[in-house]
């Protein structure tokens, strides 16, 4: 009954659009009291949750993607894809992906790129004859492109509480985030075979050659950041920090970002690293209390009790994260389930890496979806569209997205085998 009421409190909180962090908090701290634990306990499981040496990287990669926001690389790589393939029939759509895939390089989170690249490329798709639904369902679904190709902070988040390879994961997410551009990439492809009217535009060399110099530093990201990772030159944290200090320069370089903008840049990363921090502390509280209420050994018993073949027990996974998704935020399910279901997958034979790229896809695609659907909730404004049209303009890209991750369920080698090849 108390597990009962906890979840009754904590949904309340939410649909009342309680933060997160402390929609958790205040059901936790109630029960804690209630059962007679002291305030302390409360702070040192909060404490233990967030004290991971691998967590040290997300606030610099949430840095990196602030500054390359601020240095204007998103319009660096637009132009430069513009003028790639400007001429083929859609395509804006296929350089709106292309845009957040390599962008997706230095930024590992959705919202900064919804938030970044919406601006640039929802008005430029409007001014050439797309229709906004399509063009803000394009940029929105091609966000969760950041989230999966490393650097991914949920990445860094489930290495911390699986205890796996920081590197490995970042390594096993490549594939599917390249089979996810490309689901994107069809469904634009039979989009635009229907649009005669529209019209490319003119190709030319110089254009190419002019605006292919200007990402030439930009690409020089994610090469120090995996390239020093996969290579062994550097942690995932030190990885982050030099990246940020080539960012930085870049932006420099650039005359985007000034000694006045550093404030602003540090206010940007510590407020959103500060809400992620607290969301992961409230889960950790929640997560020792489902543990003291035994529900993780509950829901191996009853998940166990239906399947033990790994593929079923993968899709049931599929189903429930892709719910929890969409009415929570995603750093906190992978707090709170990660220690509960990465037992029971591990027992079965899931590998962990395996486990962790298919929760953090149902995770983001999570995002695209109401109630909750931050994306949706981020681009309405930025692109000054309700968030009803945002969804609708999205749920055709739904589709791909669900096929592909279909396919990473079903086909474990997508995820295992670049880090094997690697060594990882």
């Known amino acids: 009954m108390s597990m009962v009421l906890l979840a009754v409190g904590i949904a309340a909180l939410l649909l009342l659009r309680v933060p997160v962090a402390f929609a958790l908090l205040g059901p936790c701290l109630t029960y804690v009291s209630l059962e007679g634990y002291s305030a302390g306990l409360s702070v040192r499981q909060a404490?233990?949750?967030?004290?991971?040496?691998?967590?040290?990287?997300v606030p610099l990669f949430i840095l990196v993607g602030v500054v390359a926001n601020r240095a204007g690389i998103a319009d660096r790589m637009f132009d430069f894809a513009l003028a790639a393939i400007g001429r083929v029939r859609g395509s804006l759509g296929y350089v709106n992906i292309g845009v957040s895939l390599g962008f997706s390089w230095m930024s590992g989170s959705a919202l900064a790129d919804a938030a970044g690249l919406g601006k640039v490329e929802v008005p430029a798709m409007v001014r050439n004859g797309y229709p906004k639904r399509f063009a803000v369902g394009v940029t929105a679904a091609s966000s969760l492109?950041?989230?999966i190709m490393p650097p991914s902070i949920p990445a860094v988040v489930y290495a911390g509480i699986a205890g796996v390879?920081?590197?490995?994961?970042?390594?096993?997410?490549?594939?599917?985030?390249?089979?996810?551009?490309?689901?994107?990439?069809?469904?634009?492809?039979?989009?635009?075979?229907?649009?005669?009217?529209?019209?490319?535009?003119a190709f030319s060399w110089s254009r190419l050659r002019g605006t292919g110099l200007r990402v030439l530093g930009p690409l020089g990201t994610p090469v120090i950041i995996l390239g020093g990772i996969l290579g062994g030159l550097f942690t995932?944290?030190?990885?982050?920090?030099?990246?940020a200090a080539y960012v930085l320069v870049l932006g420099a370089a650039y005359r985007r970002i000034t000694w006045r903008d550093l404030f602003g840049i540090a206010r940007e990363t510590a407020a959103?690293?500060?809400?992620i921090?607290?969301?992961?502390?409230?889960?950790?509280?929640?997560?020792?209390?489902?543990?003291?209420e035994r529900v993780p050994h509950r829901v191996s018993e009853a998940l166990l009790g239906l399947t033990d073949e790994p593929v079923v027990l993968l899709l049931l996974i599929n189903l429930l994260m892709i719910l929890l998704g969409a009415v929570l935020e995603g750093i906190s399910v992978l707090v709170i389930t990660v220690p509960i279901l990465l037992p029971i997958a591990t027992e079965v034979g899931i590998d962990p890496m395996h486990f962790g790229v298919v929760v953090i896809m149902n995770l983001m695609i999570g995002l695209l979806t109401p109630p909750i659907?931050?994306?949706?909730?981020?681009?309405?404004?930025?692109?000054?569209?309700?968030?009803?049209?945002?969804?609708?303009g999205a749920l055709p890209f739904l589709l791909p997205l669900l096929a592909v991750l279909l396919l990473v369920t079903f086909v474990p080698a997508t995820v295992t085998y670049l880090p094997g090849l690697l060594g990882l």
Do not use: C
């Open 47 to 57: 404490t233990e949750a967030v004290n991971s040496f691998p967590l040290l990287a």
């Open 145 to 147: 492109l950041g989230p």
């Open 165 to 201: 390879s920081t590197g490995a994961l970042f390594a096993a997410s490549v594939v599917p985030a390249f089979l996810m551009a490309s689901g994107l990439a069809a469904t634009v492809f039979l989009w635009a075979r229907r649009q005669s009217g529209l019209r490319g535009e």
């Open 236 to 243: 995932p944290t030190e990885a982050a920090a030099v990246g």
């Open 272 to 275: 959103t690293t500060a809400s």
């Open 277 to 292: 921090t607290l969301i992961v502390g409230a889960s950790g509280l929640l997560a020792w209390i489902l543990a003291r």
């Open 373 to 392: 659907g931050a994306v949706l909730y981020v681009l309405s404004p930025v692109t000054r569209t309700p968030v009803h049209e945002v969804f609708r």
